[in-house]
């Protein structure tokens, strides 16, 4: 099983900018789809962004125009990259990895059952 470690969360003010890096165990990262979620305290877990194994992104639409997804493959590395973060951006944020199967639509990750691996999480606070 893929092992993910989350970094880069903490407490930032509102308007201010963070970059979550996750790092993967294992020798087949550029095979896998990575993902980001995130879960408020009494909401669910919802989906932030996904990058597929080629490379192409879906991001929700409430973090669109100021998250961004990548990865780096020679550091088994993804990273998301929050931009005009406001108080609703506030969460714990979860790495996901899975196998990326390529009949899959890119809309198939953006939803937990895509993903078999998860990180532990990291938190993000954006004060007013």
């Known amino acids: 099983q893929v092992q993910l470690v989350e970094s880069g969360g903490g407490l930032v003010q509102a308007g201010g900018s963070l970059r979550l890096s996750c790092t993967a165990s294992?020798?087949?990262?550029?095979?896998?789809?990575m993902g980001w979620f995130r879960q408020a305290p009494g909401k669910e877990r919802e989906f932030v962004a996904t990058?597929?194994?080629?490379?192409?992104?879906v991001l929700a639409d409430s973090v669109k125009g100021r998250f961004t997804i990548s990865r780096d493959s020679a550091k088994n590395t993804v990273y998301l990259q929050m931009n005009s973060l406001n108080v609703e951006d506030t969460a714990v944020y979860y790495c996901?990895?899975?196998?990326?199967?390529?009949?899959?639509?890119?809309?198939?990750?953006?939803?937990?059952?895509?993903?078999?691996?998860w990180g532990q999480g990291t938190q993000v606070t954006v004060s007013s």
């Open positions: 990058i597929r194994s080629g490379g192409s992104t």
């Open positions: 996901a990895a899975g196998g990326d199967i390529y009949y899959r639509d890119s809309y198939y990750y953006t939803a937990r059952r895509g993903y078999d691996s």
């Open positions: 294992g020798r087949t990262f550029s095979s896998w789809v």
